[in-house]
């Protein structure tokens, strides 16, 4: 008999694909990709320098990410410090890019295959 998702492990799948919408979008992976080199805090001013997302729209990643707990943030004096929220996230960072190259690397061989059957139909 299949397993069922029950009422009580609901939430915990809806926890975590709500993770990774906050995680869907290149802005937010590059903020996190910044972020996770940094081992200090990185200014808001460094992180609109790195990326060269226009302030408005980084804001609003930002809201996101601490939204969703993945960034934390502290202010001192006028500048706005940010921080990944639990290191782990730099390794789902590490572990995400270690699939797309590997997955990209699947796919470079199935054209090199391609590449070298036989021409097909007329030249």
Not at 14 to 20: D, G, T, V
Not at 92 to 114: E, H, K, M, N, Y
Request: proline fraction near 7%.
């Amino acid at each position: 008999m299949p397993h069922t998702v029950g009422d009580a492990e609901r939430p915990l799948y809806e926890i975590k694909a709500n993770l990774f919408k906050a995680l869907a979008h290149p802005a937010r992976i590059r903020v996190l990709e910044v972020l996770s080199t940094n081992d200090d805090p990185t200014p808001v001013s460094a992180l609109l320098e790195i990326t060269g997302i226009e302030a408005t729209l980084l804001s609003q990643h930002l809201a996101v990410l601490k939204r969703h707990q993945v960034v934390r943030s502290q202010r001192v004096g006028n500048a706005v410090f940010y921080e990944l929220a639990h290191p782990k996230i730099s390794e789902l960072l590490v572990i995400a890019r270690t699939f797309l190259a590997d997955t990209l690397g699947a796919r470079r061989d199935q054209l090199d295959t391609l590449a070298s059957l036989p021409p097909v139909g007329r030249a």
